[in-house]
Nanobody, 121 residues
Framework: QVQLVESGGGLVQPGGSLRLTCEASGFTSFSMFNMKWYRQAPGKEREFVAA????????RYADSVQGRFTISRDTAKRTVSLQMDSLKPEDTAVYYCNAAGPYSYNTHIYWGQGTQVTVSS
């Protein structure tokens, strides 16, 4: 049974940092999957935040987080992380981990349950 479990969310002041981690389990081959982070703020649709391809060599970011967030993966540990710096109140949302694959076929897509990030003074 495939499972994605996010952790690391919490309450942080504007300008602060948080590191989210997504732990994957049950995958036959985690290295075949492209990983993404999405977020959903209250009353808004879920939006793309960051992506890293299965090899880990290419990353992509939403314009709103470019230069502040960094996505990385440790395939051996089956984890994906999102380092969030210079946080703003508008970053407040539930953050979701997403796995899609294998490779670009995207025949299998999985979601985690989400972790709450609140940026407030």
């Amino acid at each position: 049974q495939v499972q994605l479990v996010e952790s690391g969310g919490g309450l942080v002041q504007p300008g602060g940092s948080l590191r989210l981690t997504c732990e994957a389990s049950g995958f036959t081959s985690f290295s075949m999957f492209n990983m993404k982070w999405y977020r959903q703020a209250p009353g808004k649709e879920r939006e793309f935040v960051a992506a890293i391809i299965h090899t880990g060599h290419i990353t992509r970011y939403a314009d709103s987080v470019q230069g502040r967030f960094t996505i990385s993966r440790d395939t051996a540990k089956r984890t994906v992380s999102l380092q969030m710096d210079s946080l703003k109140p508008e970053d407040t949302a539930v953050y979701y981990c997403n796995a899609a694959g294998p490779y670009s076929y995207n025949t299998h897509i999985y979601w985690g349950q989400g972790t709450q990030v609140t940026v407030s003074s």
